[in-house]
């Protein structure tokens, strides 16, 4: 199963899911179906979120 810490590294970088979607390039639905886990993002998608939050993927991201 995959886990994500977006929301939890967004919130503590300070960022509203809008402010996050700006940055990514996406929409906010998308940010918001990603901290959901309704949505699996793409490895470009994941890497813009990654970055955004300067954070490395594997911390953003990973499998239980």
């Known amino acids: 199963m995959l886990i994500n810490r977006v ?3 967004r919130k ?3 960022l ?3 402010d ?3 940055m ?3 929409s906010r639905q998308t940010i918001i179906s990603i ?3 309704k949505f699996v993002p793409g490895l ?3 890497m813009r979120i990654a970055n955004s939050l300067k954070t490395p993927i594997n911390k953003l ?3 239980v």
């Open 24 to 26: 990514t390039g996406v």
């Open 7 to 9: 929301k939890d590294y």
């Open 61 to 63: 991201f990973y499998f």
């Open 44 to 46: 470009d998608i994941a």
């Open 35 to 37: 901290e959901k886990n």
């Open 16 to 18: 509203t899911q809008e």
């Open 12 to 14: 503590g970088a300070n």
């Open 20 to 22: 996050l979607a700006s």
